[in-house]
């Protein structure tokens, strides 16, 4: 126990135990340490466990000069500066792989839930107005509809095989064609939700794709489509979306991402053509529990042998 680990943000139960019990673990003062705190402790702090979803950048980094490893949960590290980390010397893990099916799988619940109204329909029946008002509105098939995946990478292709199973075409866009992807690589993101009844958006947050899905590309999608979304909030624009979906320029919309979690603007809260769920694709015990031994696992191959486990890909060269 003479490693000594900090805990950002609120550690889930099993992580903390985990991490507790294999090193000597200090927990998060508050939203950002204390100078008090950080003079006294930072030097000795060799690993960072990261369960915040708030901004981790150089300045922290400086304050904890004898930092080795930030192992962050969740596969998502757009909050994380990996250049500033790497600069440092600082091998940065997150926990790939281990949410891909059950991320996929909230994926289809949503949309399926979008293209049937399944919220509304739910409220229909338990208000009583099935039987004052008769029958609720008619909802519109994913059978044959064209679905398009933003983002073809690990959670992305899982997903990719589930669509199968309504027997349309499914296209997906990124950065390049992916020779092993047996789908259609469309190259114009805009292009490709012309085409499409809806899309999927699984690709990660950060610089790259702030904002990718523009007013453009909602208005192309359309009034009768449908756009998901289990990647980050700054994927969206998220004032296009309300205003598209606001004058009937985009049909539905199912969101487990916000640009400012946890508030969600009300312009979506009052809509009944959004399903709005809290970020929580990967939440199952199952898929949780094997994110929060990952994270521990990470640091405890890396102390024990500089190994760990799942670096980020721009790490991976210095395992
Ligand atoms: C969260 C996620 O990490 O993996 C990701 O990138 O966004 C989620 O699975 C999860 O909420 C744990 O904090």
Same mark, same amino acid.
């Given at each position: 126990k003479d490693i000594e680990i900090y805990g950002r943000g609120v550690l889930p139960p099993h992580l903390d135990n985990r991490l507790s019990a294999e090193f000597t673990l200090h927990r998060d003062p508050g939203q950002m340490p204390s100078t008090d705190w950080l003079a006294q402790l930072g030097p000795r702090i060799t690993g960072l466990a990261n369960a915040s979803f708030t901004p981790l950048g150089a300045d922290l980094m400086d304050c904890l000069p004898n930092l080795r490893i930030i192992s962050t949960l969740g596969v998502g590290y757009d909050n994380i500066d990996v250049a500033a980390a790497r600069a440092r010397g600082i091998l940065v893990t997150h926990t790939p792989d281990v949410l891909n099916a059950d991320v996929a799988n909230y994926a289809l619940l949503l949309l399926l839930a979008a293209s049937r109204d399944l919220i509304q329909q739910e409220n229909y029946a338990r208000s009583g107005r099935w039987a004052r008002e008769g029958r609720a509105a008619l909802t519109s098939t994913l059978e044959g509809a064209t679905l398009g995946i933003v983002g073809p990478g690990r959670i992305g292709r899982t997903l990719a095989k589930k669509l199968e199973i309504f027997g349309g075409p499914i296209l997906y866009h990124g950065r390049h064609a992916q020779p092993d992807v047996p789908y259609e690589y469309c190259p114009d993101l805009v292009a490709m939700a012309r085409r499409c009844d809806a899309l999927i958006l699984l690709l990660p947050g950060g610089a790259g794709t702030d904002r990718i899905i523009d007013a453009q590309v909602i208005e192309a999608l359309g009034p009768n489509g449908i756009l998901v979304n289990v990647a980050r909030g700054s994927v969206l624009d998220e004032t296009a979306l309300i205003r598209a979906l606001e004058t009937g320029r985009l049909g539905r919309a199912a969101l487990?991402?916000? /640009?400012? /979690?946890p508030n969600i603007p009300a312009a979506l809260c009052n809509n009944d053509r959004v399903t709005l769920t809290?970020?929580?694709?990967?939440?199952t015990v199952e898929t949780r529990r094997a994110m929060f031994d990952l994270t521990a696992d990470n640091l405890r191959a890396y102390f024990a042998d500089g190994a760990a486990l799942t670096p980020v890909p721009e790490c991976r060269d210095m395992v």
């Open positions: 487990d991402v916000f /640009e400012n /979690e809290p970020h929580a694709a990967s939440a």
